[in-house]
């Protein structure tokens, strides 16, 4: 009875193990193909599955996540013969587990090989200066040209890219003297135009000088003229208010010796006077009516007597 015992635990033991076995769970971004009889039954996707013990196997797991590879460079020939290494990065995501798990022997393989024939049938169209500036459009073609390929496997590739283009030592040589005279030429461009720039400046400052100048001469002489015409106009404005006042004092003159009722006797010698003041010393020969000529003697006299006394 013990032995019974214990064999009937080892045989429970054995068939949990066996059932505990049978349960499998995926998790997320991943699928799992499963064959029965080595046949293909079924892809699981995520969550709990349970398989039949014995008969059936998981035959491949696969990532579902975008994946990402490096592959060494390859000796590629350009269209003008020259040979360069270029390294590829491949971008690619599985969408048919099935066709994956049966599709190729080797999918990175595959695809690396895939890769490599690719870009040496889309180098030798171009030749080495289209293939140095052409990354995008050699991108473009690869990944079009390698989606169709790998589509059979259940792979769907997203990009691909160019990692480096590495020309042979000669040219690149040839390319760093060439980018220095371009940069020498283009300094040289530059610096001309600089200098072209400074000349223009410089004439465009010494025209704007020769105007500022010259409206400045031109305010200046503005200036001048109606300064001379004010003192002109003041000067006038002088003489004519000087005459005015020698006017008013004639006009009061007349008025008051009018007012005085002077006899012929005063006004013939104020009339003296006045033929005095002309002459000034300066007349040689002044004519003197008859009437002043006997005031004047009568003046004569008057002073005489004045002196005797």
């Known amino acids: 009875m013990p032995g019974i015992v214990i064999a009937l635990i080892i045989?429970?033991?054995?068939?949990?193990?066996?059932?505990?076995s049978c349960i499998k769970v995926v998790p997320q971004a991943h699928a799992v193909v499963v064959e029965r009889l080595g046949g293909?039954?079924?892809?699981?996707?995520?969550?709990?599955?349970?398989k039949a013990p014995f008969i059936d196997r998981i035959a491949k797991r696969v990532l579902l996540k975008e994946q990402v590879v490096d592959f060494p460079p390859q000796p590629v020939i350009t269209k003008d013969n020259v040979t360069m290494q270029i390294d590829t990065v491949v971008y690619f995501q599985i969408t048919d587990p099935k066709l994956y798990a049966y599709g190729v022997e080797n999918p990175i393989m595959a695809i690396e090989n895939l890769t490599a024939t690719t870009l040496r049938n889309i180098i030798g169209d171009l030749e080495l200066d289209e293939t140095l500036t052409s990354r995008e459009t050699i991108n473009t073609?690869?990944?079009?040209?390698?989606?169709?390929a790998t589509d059979p496997w259940g792979i769907k590739v997203n990009r691909v890219?160019?990692?480096?283009?590495?020309?042979?030592?000669?040219?690149?040589?040839?390319?760093?003297?060439?980018?220095?005279?371009?940069?020498?030429?283009?300094?040289?461009?530059?610096?001309?135009?600089?200098?072209k720039k400074s000349t223009v400046l410089v004439a465009e400052g010494k025209k704007e000088s020769a105007i500022l100048d010259a409206e400045a001469e031109k305010q200046a002489a503005i200036l001048r003229a109606e300064a001379k015409k004010e003192a002109t106009i003041r000067e006038a404005e002088g003489q004519a208010e000087a005459i005015l006042k020698i006017q008013q004092a004639n006009a009061d003159g007349l008025r008051m010796l009018k007012e005085a009722a002077p006899d012929s006797n005063v006004i013939q010698l104020k009339s003296l006077e006045a033929f005095a003041k002309a002459a000034d010393g300066k007349a040689t020969k002044i004519i003197i009516p008859s009437e002043i000529q006997g005031m004047a003697g009568l003046a004569k006299s008057i002073v005489e007597v004045g002196k005797e006394g």
Do not use: C, Y
Request: avoid cysteine.
């Open 141 to 148: 073609k690869m990944r079009a040209s390698l989606d169709v």
């Open 11 to 20: 045989l429970i033991i054995i068939a949990f193990l066996i059932v505990v």
């Open 161 to 195: 890219e160019l990692k480096n283009i590495i020309p042979p030592a000669a040219i690149q040589d040839a390319m760093e003297k060439q980018m220095k005279a371009e940069r020498e030429r283009r300094e040289a461009i530059l610096r001309a135009e600089g200098e």
């Open 40 to 50: 293909f039954l079924a892809t699981w996707g995520v969550g709990i599955h349970f």
